[in-house]
């Protein structure tokens, strides 16, 4: 007979509802390009960077990257999100053929890696919004 710990344990976790929370996020200089946003589709996120937003990274559902100057390289859904050591997502970059600066005395920081899905549509105010904002797309009634 399975006992209960172990069954639990069989049963994946389930994400909360989507409430279609966009994160416009800053991009660093090696995610500048429309090259590694169509192969890559890696955002990563030190866990002590302060947070410009009023939504928990957990509870974003889109990552509007955006360029250097103006607009964005697309609205892109959040397909898996974790939080690992730096020294782990450098591993993930260099398996994608992407170079990411190695920082040994950062190696153990703890970061949100968001894996991301094909870029969708973008709703038409997105490009009004600067880095560090969320825009709500989707309005539910209770």
């Known amino acids: 007979m399975e006992d209960e710990v172990h069954y639990y344990k069989s049963v994946p976790e389930v994400k909360s509802p989507s409430l279609g929370i966009i994160a416009v996020v800053a991009i660093r200089s090696d995610m500048d390009t429309s090259h590694y946003w169509k192969t890559c589709r890696l955002y990563r996120l030190p866990m002590n960077t302060k947070q410009h937003f009023d ?37 993930i970059y260099k398996e994608k053929g992407i170079p990411i600066n190695e920082k040994p005395t950062c190696a153990q920081d703890k970061y949100w890696l968001f894996r991301l899905g094909e870029p969708i549509p973008a709703p038409p105010d997105l490009n009004r919004l600067h880095r560090g904002r969320i825009v709500n797309v989707v309005t539910r009634t209770v």
């Not at 974003?60 to 974790?82: C, N, R, V």
């Open 55 to 91: 939504v928990l990274p957990e509870r974003w559902d889109y990552i509007a990257p955006q360029k250097k100057g103006s607009g964005h390289y697309g609205l892109f859904p959040i397909m898996e999100e974790t939080v690992l050591p730096r020294s782990e997502i450098i591993k």
